[in-house]
């Protein structure tokens, strides 16, 4: 193709159907972060990199994100039982991208990722993250459902690692708020503040998170 300002063509070999295709990604001087919303989501100056993250091959419909990990062998024979074969028919969104297209692609990743059992905390951050394409959509039911989505992943990744993690309890509890749930979300950041292990920034972003919502709240200012 002619030179393009904008993207550049990241070649794929698919890990299912093995087959060839290209597919557009953010040239990196196209996209300036500048803002981090409190549960993480990027906000960015230009193009957003975001919605391109997800690789969908346009022959066989597998979808592709870097942090997949069960891309192989019998996990391989799930995708195609459960995945594959329920797929009507392939999308082609390789090339410019609207928000939409990045939620197909995001969507699809979830649904390969479920067929093939990846581990809770990769379908949390795909949870995540088509939460926060709904929410530059301005459509907070279904970012809501999605963040609901993402915090019962979360636990059960915090659930299943005894020494637990920062990142994760700090998003349970940054869940819980986004979704009315200030009980829970009160816990959460306490242990965060309370816990002595807590490395300075988590407790300092438990801390002052918390502060803002109690302050908001009296003051009935949004707590985002």
């Not at 059960?156 to 998003?171: C, H, V, W």
Request: charged letters at 30%.
């Amino acid at each position: 193709m002619a030179f393009n300002i904008y993207y550049y063509e990241s070649n794929v070999v698919c890990k299912f159907c093995k087959k060839r295709f290209t597919t557009y990604k953010v040239r990196p001087n196209r996209y300036k972060l500048v803002e981090e919303h409190t549960d993480f989501m990027p906000v960015y100056e230009g193009l957003n990199p975001l919605l391109y993250e997800v690789a969908v091959c346009p022959h066989c419909g597998y979808a592709y994100h870097k942090s997949m990990t069960r891309t192989y062998g019998p996990f391989m024979l799930l995708i195609d039982e459960l995945y594959i074969k329920e797929l009507k028919k392939p999308v082609n969104i390789c090339q410019e991208r609207t928000i939409d297209d990045a939620i197909v692609s995001y969507k699809l990743a979830y649904l390969v990722s479920k067929a093939s059992m990846e581990e809770p905390l990769l379908l949390a951050n795909i949870a995540i993250k088509i939460a926060w394409l709904y929410r530059l959509k301005n459509e907070p039911e279904f970012e809501l459902r999605y963040l609901d989505s993402a915090r019962d992943f979360y636990s059960k990744s915090f659930a299943s690692n005894q020494e637990g993690n920062e990142r994760i309890q700090y998003l349970q509890a940054e869940l819980s708020l986004r979704l009315g749930d200030s009980k829970e979300s009160k816990k959460g950041f306490s242990r965060l503040i309370s816990d002595r292990s807590t490395s300075n920034k988590y407790r300092k972003l438990a801390r002052d998170r918390w502060e803002n919502y109690k302050y908001n709240e009296n003051t009935n200012e949004s707590i985002y």
